[in-house]
């Protein structure tokens, strides 16, 4: 049985291997995924499923804000008290003189005082007084920096308030640091730990514990990020202590609550310019002042988000792209799309557990996706070589029988070829009687059609008999009934012989109808001769690596050849040109009418063997 044309098979077996090591799938995915995350094909859906997972982490995390950390919110309420935004600065002076008796440990204003007032003297020396005051600076037009005016800037340190928003408008990076210039946050938490080491001189080991780690500057770097841990980091009463502006200044508010707190102070109101999205579903979104309470929320418990470095995130993608091919490859469909389902549930779940409790963020859609793009590699691999091996049978086996090729694969592949097994097999030969004289007489064209026509009207019947076309020898025909898997079982070697006569018989009724054809055409009619042994034969790969043969070797194939040329001379008791050896006679002979035809010796055998013709089915069989 040919495989395919020159040159392919070389292809295929080598496709072969790489599937049953189970590489190639893994392999094609891992490099496909790892090429979008290099071209940012995958960045978009990262923003999606970084939301996802903090929604998620939120809700299963029982860490809280920081206790140290206040929020006096400008809102709704102090602008209907004192008119709208800005404010007038004698009402920050009015603040400050408020929270002396029971003074914060630091003051940050999320708030630019760009713009000279009467009131700046005394806003200035309620300031000094206070002594830990932060004050906001921003980038202005043509590299210009927006910085508090000269008589708070000389009073006070700064920080910058500088938000970097992702496409989607969410914020995740934060920059402590630009062209070295500390954040508002980085300030806020300098001069809380200079306020810690004021209090606790006494006891300087005390005071060291007591510090807060930041990191320190880099040189030669423009911009020196972080990534913002949003776990529990939300609004109001949920969240961060908030406090109406108004309500401190008019002392509604125990302002013992603020005593050596590190203390925000923002617009929070309703329509304002400092808006500020975050991962969690928020209409409006929260105000920017919240952005900088969670740096520093961060800071101080050392949970900024970590993530992967980016050459790691490649080699992660190639592992998963590898493994999930390893995972898929042994199941059925139904299983691996279960397994499909599971493995994307699996990743995200262990996402969540590593930002809940280690602060990391492990990437979810690009392995996810590259789960994903493994079951569709796969299986595109799979139907493309399941096209080709039935493609390559289809020919010979009936479609059934492709089928069970395809599903069996494995168990005669080996080592990039049909591997060779023994095995018992029904051999049939069948070949036309006077072929010579009947070419001699019709043009190529014609002779080509007319054995097509008789070629494929017997291939019909062999198939559908559950055979295997071996070969074609000119106008004869090899076919094999038991492979390509060997048939072990008594009755699996009974019911191919049964199959082999049973097709041998099909293939005479068959041919009456097809020589009334050719009368009718005015070509010659045809006259076969069928010779059937069952016995042991070697089925395997045959020929070089540039044209590979399926065939079967051994004495069976000969038997059975022999038996074939018998039929010339066997005009008695043969009504059907069908003759069988004794091996396949004890196998068949409950099923079918048979005649003894003769005794003889076959080549390398000593005993002689009886040779039988078929007659007809038994009845009720």
């Known amino acids: 049985m040919k495989l395919t044309a020159r040159g392919d098979i070389s292809k295929y077996l080598k496709r072969t291997i790489l599937e049953n090591n189970l590489l190639f799938p893994g392999v094609l995915t891992a490099l496909f995924s790892m090429g979008l995350w290099q071209v940012g094909a995958w960045y978009s859906l990262e923003l999606l499923g970084f939301n996802l997972l903090f929604n998620v982490g939120n809700s299963l995390s029982h860490s809280s804000w920081d206790s140290r950390i206040a929020v006096i ?15 007038s600065r004698d009402r920050y002076t009015q603040l400050l003189t408020t929270l002396e008796p029971s003074p914060p440990a630091v003051i940050g204003f999320d708030i630019l005082f760009i713009e000279p007032t009467i009131h700046d003297p005394a806003l200035a020396e309620a300031m000094a007084i206070n002594g830990n005051i932060v004050l906001a600076i921003a980038p202005g037009w043509q590299n210009q920096t927006l910085r508090p005016v000269p008589i708070l800037d000389r009073v006070t340190t700064t920080g910058h308030i500088v938000k970097n928003a992702d496409l989607d408008g969410v914020t995740r990076q934060f920059s402590l640091y630009i062209n070295q210039v500390p954040s508002l ?6 001069a809380y730990n200079n306020s810690q080491q004021q209090t606790f001189t006494a006891d300087t080991t005390n005071s060291s514990k007591s510090l807060i780690s930041l990191p320190p500057p880099k040189s030669g770097i423009t911009t020196q990020s972080v990534w913002i841990n949003w776990i529990n980091s939300t609004q109001g009463n949920q969240g961060i202590p908030t406090y109406s502006f108004v309500d401190v200044v008019q002392k509604k508010v125990d302002i013992t609550k603020l005593k050596n707190k590190i203390v925000l102070v923002g617009l929070t ?8 999205k975050t991962p969690f579903e928020q209409t409006p979104p929260t105000s920017g002042v919240y952005l900088h309470a969670a740096i520093i929320d961060n800071l101080l418990n050392q949970r900024l988000l970590q993530r992967l470095p980016k050459q790691f995130e490649l080699i992660l993608l190639f592992c998963i792209g590898i493994s999930s091919s390893l995972m898929l490859v042994p199941w059925r469909f139904h299983t691996r799309i279960f397994l499909l389902g599971l493995q994307p549930i699996i990743w995200f779940s262990l996402s969540v557990l590593a930002l809940t409790n280690f602060n990391f963020w492990l990437p979810i859609a690009s392995p996810i996706g590259t789960i994903f793009l493994a079951g569709l590699t796969l299986q595109w691999q799979e139907e493309k ?7 390559l049978f289809a020919r010979h086996v009936s479609q059934e029988t492709a089928v069970l090729i395809w599903q069996h694969r494995q168990e005669i592949f080996q080592n990039g070829q049909l591997d060779a097994k023994e095995m018992v097999a029904t051999v049939l ?23 097509n026509a008789y070629l494929g009207a017997m291939a019909e019947c062999i198939q559908s008999h559950h055979g295997v076309i071996d070969k074609y020898i000119g106008d004869a025909i090899m076919a094999v009934f038991g492979i390509p898997f060997p048939h072990t079982r008594p009755e699996q070697i009974q019911q191919d012989a049964i199959d082999a006569v049973s097709a041998a018989i099909a293939m005479q009724e068959k041919l009456i109808l097809l020589n009334q054809e050719l009368k009718q055409l005015g070509q010659p009619t045809i006259r076969i001769g069928i010779g059937i042994h069952t016995g042991l034969v070697v089925a395997g790969s045959i020929g070089g690596s540039e044209r590979l043969n399926y065939s079967v070797l051994g004495d069976a194939v000969n038997i059975a050849a022999r038996l074939e040329q018998l039929n010339k001379n066997t005009k008695n008791h043969n009504p059907h040109n069908i003759l069988i050896s004794e091996t396949t006679f004890h196998l068949i002979k409950h099923h079918f009418h048979t005649e003894k035809v003769k005794q003889l010796q076959l080549r390398g055998k000593q005993e002689m063997t009886m040779i039988y013709s078929i007659l007809k089915k038994r009845e009720n069989v």
């Open 269 to 276: 109101a309703t329509g304002t310019h400092d808006p500020l």
């Open 73 to 87: 919110a400008i809102d709704d309420a102090t602008l209907k008290q004192y008119g709208q935004f800005p404010l």
């Open 185 to 190: 946050s980085i300030q806020l938490l300098t």
């Open 429 to 451: 030969f069948a070949d036309i009687r006077s072929f010579t004289a009947i070419s001699e007489e019709m043009k190529p064209r014609e002779l080509l059609n007319w054995l």
């Open 385 to 391: 070589e399941k096209q080709q091996l039935m493609n």
